[in-house]
Structure formats: structure tokens, C-alpha cells
């Protein structure tokens, strides 16, 4: 009773949770425990956040674009990460359908929340994928998309922009779908980066 915190997923959050992402009540039980163990106040804030991204990314310089995964994640905008958005989080980069994870890349790069995405929101989120190449992987880079600049530029050119234009979240969602050099270019993966 009153402020003591429980060790126990409250069955509303563990019910949604298994009705919104692949995991098992046990996975999410133990997942449970562990996050309370690393994160006693039940929080992850975006500088614990930004450590923990870093940790996968040593060589390079990862703040920037964890900033923006975490603003995605953020989904109460309160500059903390609970539980069931650490999950949702967890689930919708690792595990699921290609619409659900590229609704989740409309959100991170809708930087300002607007519900749509204009090119300098996409020369913003590929800045900080660039500060995630190493500089060996940069050189491995096609002429036309070895800068954050060209490589929005191409991005913008895919969707059929004109430079003050807006993208819808269906825009995107389908653009993407259907062009699959689209995506290559609008997420972080390290082995793509040598693709020509």
C-alpha cells in the first residue's frame, strides 16, 4: 500500500502489451523485473537512453539520432520512457510487420510532430544516421549519396518532391513500399552502407 512500488506488470499493461507485440506474458514479466532493475522509478530518461544506445554504437557518434529514436518512442511527450513504450519500442524495431516499422520511421522523421515531413526534417534525421557511419563506410558510399545532403536530396527526389512540398504518412508509408531503395537510404544499417 501506498508509495511502495510493485514488482508486477499491472494486468492492464500486460494484457496490451500481448495483444500489440509478439512477446509472451513471461518474456514480459522478466523484461519486467530487469527494467525495474535498471530503472528503480519505473523511467528511462532520454540521457540513460542516450547511454544505452551508445553502448551498440561505440565507434561513432550515436546522440543525435538516439535523441530522435527516443522523441519517437516518447509517446506521452513527457521526456521519459515507461515500460509499456520501451516494449512497444523494443517490438516495433526488432520484430514487426514492414508497415508497422515504417509507420514508426514517419514518426522519427516528423521531427516536429506536425504529421507530415518536409525535406529539412529528412536532411536532420540523415545528418545524424551520417554521424553513425564510420568514415571507412562513408568512402564505400555512391557519389550521388555520400553526403546527408545529397543523400536527402535523393530521398526527396524518390517521393517526387519539389523542394517546399509536404509528406503525408501514407505518402511515405506507400513511396516506401514501393521503391525499395527508399528505404536503404532512410535507415541506419551498417552492411547496406556497401551496397552500390
Known amino acids: ?3 511502495t512500488k510493485s514488482s508486477a506488470l499491472s494486468k492492464d499493461i500486460l ?3 500481448k495483444m500489440n507485440t509478439k512477446y509472451t506474458e513471461e518474456e514480459l514479466s522478466v523484461w519486467y ?3 525495474l532493475k535498471e530503472c528503480p522509478n519505473g523511467l528511462i530518461t532520454m540521457k ?7 553502448s551498440f554504437f561505440p565507434d561513432v557518434d550515436p546522440k543525435e539520432y538516439a535523441q530522435h529514436v527516443f ?3 516518447d509517446t506521452n511527450n513527457d521526456g521519459t520512457l515507461d515500460f509499456k513504450e520501451y516494449i512497444i519500442a523494443l517490438h516495433l524495431t526488432s520484430s514487426s510487420k514492414m508497415s508497422q516499422k ?6 522519427l522523421y516528423d521531427v516536429d510532430g506536425n504529421g507530415t515531413i518536409n525535406k529539412e526534417e529528412i536532411l536532420e534525421i540523415v545528418k545524424a544516421i551520417f554521424k553513425m557511419i564510420n ?16 543523400r536527402a536530396d535523393k530521398i526527396w527526389e524518390y517521393f517526387g518532391k519539389k523542394d517546399n512540398d509536404k509528406l503525408s504518412e501514407g505518402e511515405f508509408i ?3 513500399l514501393k521503391n525499395r531503395d527508399i528505404l536503404r537510404l532512410i535507415q541506419f544499417d551498417p552492411q547496406k552502407t556497401r551496397e552500390s
Open 71 to 73: 522523441r519517437s518512442f
Open 102 to 107: 515504417l509507420e514508426w520511421a514517419f514518426s
Open 174 to 176: 506507400q513511396g516506401t
Open 1 to 3: 500500500m501506498g508509495n
Open 15 to 17: 494484457d496490451d502489451l
Open 48 to 54: 540513460q537512453f542516450e547511454k544505452i544506445y551508445g
Open 33 to 35: 523485473q530487469t527494467f
Open 135 to 150: 568514415e571507412d563506410d562513408r568512402k564505400n558510399l555512391p557519389e550521388d549519396e555520400n553526403t546527408p545532403e545529397k
